[in-house]
């Protein structure tokens, strides 16, 4: 079983930067064996890929809306995946989850995610 908390979400201006956190517990099994991903939500929209990432860091994808913007990296001493986003666009504003998979990926697709958090708010205001 794997529990994933997001972290770092908040209210801020067009042209800010947030830092998303995702701490990861899993049971009996390392964080390193797991890829990584980034998705958002806004209200009225389907569900859609921001980023993700490979078991060792070496390996990331970007959505072409936040590529340049949006770095994801991972600290698996920490159990802990992160999405720091700069010039952040108004269009950024949704849900934020953190979703993890077990020895494949990464992915782009949300069904290929076996494991899912609660979100976190994402608000950029013009």
């Known amino acids: 079983q794997v529990q994933l908390v997001e972290s770092g979400g908040g209210l801020v201006q067009a042209g800010d930067s947030l830092r998303l956190s995702c701490s990861c517990a899993?049971?009996?099994?390392?964080?390193?064996?797991?890829?990584m991903g980034w998705f958002r939500q806004a209200p009225g929209k389907e569900r859609e890929f921001v980023s993700a990432?490979?078991?060792?860091?070496?390996?990331?994808y970007y959505a072409d809306s936040v590529k340049g913007r949006f770095t994801i990296s991972r600290d698996n001493a920490k159990n802990t995946v992160h999405l720091q986003m700069n010039s952040l666009k108004p269009e950024d504003t949704a849900v934020y989850y953190c979703a993890a998979q077990y020895l494949s990926g990464p992915y782009s697709e949300g069904r290929s995610y076996a494991y899912w958090g609660q979100g976190t708010q994402v608000t950029v205001s013009s």
């Open positions: 990432i490979n078991w060792s860091g070496g390996v990331a």
């Open positions: 899993t049971s009996g099994r390392t964080f390193s064996s797991y890829s």
